[in-house]
């Protein structure tokens, strides 16, 4: 097998983390550098059609859901952001965490690299971390610990989960520098002539 053609993950370089706008607030964006791994995994439902009790046919197909697991190290105000964190009702720079947090809905995306250089852009539009906070000290340790995230990913409106392209088939430079921090379904869609 010819490995031009093949292109093998091998470096998550940049992830975005991006908050729609809401209640007349602006959009964020948090575009993170300092990526130790991510995992995803996309679900999939099967349907069996059975023959006098015997399987004679399946097909499996997306839901559009699935799971992402990141490790990273992750800046002070988006760790908040991410947990729904609130310092509502309390001194200057003190934030809390329990029942009136919500997580948010947002969009994560990523730049991943293959062993050549070669980029890829993959989008997760519908998402929310559906992990609880955790967090690990270490006294003495040689390694300052990362933080782990489980997104929850969720079909969009059109029952996408997930958007991925290679740099090089894409010929929408607005789109390619748009991507990280402004991907939405719709920038993804072709525009009628």
């Known amino acids: 097998m010819p ?3 093949v292109f093998s993950e091998y470096e998550i370089r940049k992830m975005g983390l991006n908050f729609p706008a809401a209640d007349n607030a602006e959009a964020t964006s948090f575009v993170c550098e300092c990526i130790g791994s991510s995992e995803e995994e996309m ?5 069996t059609k059975n023959c006098r009790g015997v399987p004679a046919k399946e097909r499996t197909k997306g ?3 699935g799971t992402v697991k990141v490790s990273m190290h992750c800046p002070y105000e988006l760790y908040h952001r991410l947990y729904g964190m609130t310092n509502d009702g309390l001194k200057d720079g003190i934030w809390s965490y329990g029942q009136k947090c919500l997580h948010p809905v947002l969009c994560v995306t990523q730049m991943v690299l293959d062993e050549d250089g070669n980029v890829k852009y ?3 539009p519908k998402c929310t971390v559906k992990s609880g906070m955790a967090r690990k000290t270490e006294n003495g340790a040689d390694e300052v610990a990362e933080i782990e995230l489980e997104i929850s990913v969720m079909p969009d409106s059109d029952g996408q989960g997930m958007y991925e392209a290679l740099e090089s088939q894409l010929t929408d430079d607005e789109l390619k520098s748009e991507w990280l921090e402004k991907f939405t379904s719709d920038l993804a869609k072709k525009v009628a002539a």
């Open 3 to 5: 490995t031009e053609t």
């Open 43 to 47: 679900d999939v439902k099967t349907v």
């Open 63 to 65: 839901t559009g859901a």
């Open 122 to 124: 993959k989008a997760y």
